[in-house]
């Protein structure tokens, strides 16, 4: 009931503030159809919620101070359209809740973001470096790159510089990645992100480096990511690889490995027009070290065609193969085949 007053109220402010200064209520609307096909049987079909790009709702402000300088701020929630619940484990704002402060140097921003590697966000830098845009579902390379499988992080502060000459960069900090901070530094775990893109022309490239401390006193995680892609207008191509070691945290890599383990991951794809839509085709490769008897490999092969009804409705329809090996092999989750058909609406 608290949640549902404190949505009413932020719905009542934002309509005030229309008089004071530039307040935006966006979101997307996304449902549709799934088939998914495990290689062991056990098929199912179910209406789902964001086979596109995530179901969302948000609120962005922005003041101008004067001098070049800007307030903003953004609260973003995702939910399930199929039946009406919130996303990322039940918050309020799960996506991302922030305020910032933008000015000639950049901007500075506080709170749950979105990491430059995460392919979502306010400050991504990897999202349209993908063949499916890091949409689509399972498509997106997220599924194999763990850091553009929407890495959030908690207790955040960030900086992203603005754009000079192609450039820009970007570095962030979070005090504790998933919950509030604890007494003694060293039980928390703290994450660092970092990245640099380039984009001029008909050729833009994205490095990203995501670090994570182990607060049970190993080794840190990393996850180093390259994607880049050209637009040949008749064709776009896209390529990436990620390099991750020690994995330790479920809650940090795509596969909820807790062995240790180090992994490489590989993508590429193309995008291209097609008739009055976009069609977009992906491979991508995910290869984890062996640690007694658990190696968490995976492939796959997506594509998608997209039909727009309007510059803000859109019909698509998407079709994967994953293929798991070893630990993988026969897991209903990274061993089956999707269909998927639906209606994605912007707002």
């Known amino acids: 009931m608290n949640r549902f007053a404190f949505m009413a109220a932020a719905l009542l402010a934002a309509g005030s503030a229309f008089a004071q200064s530039s307040v935006t209520i966006y979101g997307i609307a996304d449902g549709g159809i799934e088939y998914s096909d495990p290689r062991d049987g056990g098929a199912t079909t179910s209406v789902i919620s964001g086979g596109r790009s995530g179901s969302r709702l948000g609120f962005r402000g922005n003041e101008d101070l004067g001098g070049s300088l800007s307030a903003q701020f953004v609260l973003e929630q995702g939910y399930s359209i199929d039946d009406g619940t919130l996303r990322q484990g039940g918050r309020t704002f799960g996506r991302q809740a922030y305020v910032a402060l933008r000015g000639g140097l950049g901007t500075v921003a506080v709170g749950r973001l979105a990491s430059f590697s995460s ?192 510059k803000r409705t859109s019909l698509y329809a998407v079709a994967n193969d994953v293929r798991g090996s070893h630990t993988f092999n026969n897991d209903p989750e990274f061993d089956r085949r999707v269909l998927t058909t639906g209606i994605y609406h912007r707002f």
Not at 296 to 301: K, Y
């Open 119 to 310: 392919g979502t966000g306010s400050f991504d830098f990897v999202g349209d470096l993908d063949a499916m845009l890091t949409s689509y579902g399972i498509a997106s390379v997220g599924s194999s790159f763990s850091s553009a499988n929407s890495l959030r992080a908690d207790n955040t502060v960030l900086w992203a510089s603005p754009i000079v000459n192609g450039f820009r960069a970007g570095l962030a900090h979070s005090l504790q990645f998933d919950g509030e901070e604890v007494p003694d530094r060293s039980h928390n775990m703290h994450v660092t992100m970092a990245g640099l893109r380039y984009a001029e022309g008909p050729f833009a490239a994205a490095l990203t480096y995501d670090v994570a401390n182990n607060p049970d006193g190993g080794s840190d995680e990393s996850h180093l990511q390259l994607l880049a892609a050209y637009d040949f207008k008749v064709v776009k191509l896209y390529a990436g690889f990620a390099l991750e070691s020690n994995q330790f945290s479920p809650d940090f890599n795509v596969t909820g490995t807790t062995s240790g383990a180090d992994a490489s991951a590989y993508m590429v794809g193309l995008s291209a027009p097609l008739g009055s839509g976009t069609f977009r085709v992906s491979w991508q490769s995910r290869d984890a070290d062996r640690v007694d008897d658990d190696e968490r490999d995976l492939s796959l092969l997506s594509l998608a065609y997209e039909y727009p009804l309007s």
